[in-house]
């Protein structure tokens, strides 16, 4: 029941049902779930390890709007999983695993393309962009990646869904992309980290500048 209801509340708040600076009552949401408010309580604490709510005390929860700290720390954390994944899979650059990597790497690029000259818009590259990152970070077959990563998705998605609005960003995210698979492609590790690390301090400041304008 505790996953149910972590499941259900988790997808409202990635599918955009629920908004910021709203008050939501545990109470309210057991009573629409059909179970007990003890599932829903143990649900709402694990989102707010997670960095997604924040807890009300005797009233609920209201979504969690992320500080300057929280961009910093993801940025830290990416730099350091995404930068490894990219290093090592350089230096392995011939095995059939990389290879591998590498042709779906090829093909998120093919996409993001697609997605960049047709204006399908700032979501739907956004959802191509973590893709990518994805591939990446799943190459590396190490559990403590994924599970940290796929905490962040949602920050994640919302941080990149800013940045990809600002002028030329779109196009810039598509070259950079593009540099880390060459560099991949042609086995050199340190400029696969570069690349990686160009990556991600390019929308730094466009990030740090959306948790100054989310909280006026």
Do not use: W
Request: glycine fraction near 4%.
């Amino acid at each position: 029941l505790q996953q149910q209801a972590y499941d259900h509340i988790r997808k409202q708040i990635l599918d955009h049902q629920l908004t910021y600076n709203q008050i939501y009552s545990e109470s309210k949401l057991a009573l629409e779930m059909g179970i007990s408010r003890t599932p829903v309580r143990d649900a709402v604490h694990r989102l707010y390890q997670e960095g997604l709510v924040d807890i009300v005390p005797n009233k609920g929860f209201i979504l969690h709007k992320m500080t300057e700290q929280d961009v910093m720390e993801i940025y830290e954390v990416r730099s350091a999983i995404e930068g490894y994944c990219a290093r090592k899979a350089a230096s392995d650059h011939t095995s059939p695993s990389v290879v591998k990597l590498i042709s779906q790497l090829q093909s998120s690029l093919e996409k993001q393309k697609e997605i960049f000259e047709s204006g399908q818009g700032v979501e739907v590259f956004a959802d191509e962009d973590q893709y990518y990152h994805k591939i990446l970070v799943e190459y590396s077959k190490n559990s403590t990646f994924q599970n940290q990563f796929g905490r962040y998705m949602y920050q994640l998605k919302l941080l990149a869904c800013y940045s990809l609005r600002q002028p030329d960003r779109m196009f810039d995210t598509l070259a950079e992309h593009q540099k880390i698979c060459e560099a991949i492609m042609d086995g050199d590790p340190g400029r696969a980290y570069k690349s990686v690390m160009m990556h991600m301090e390019a929308p730094l400041n466009m990030n740090l500048k959306s948790v100054y304008e989310e909280s006026e």
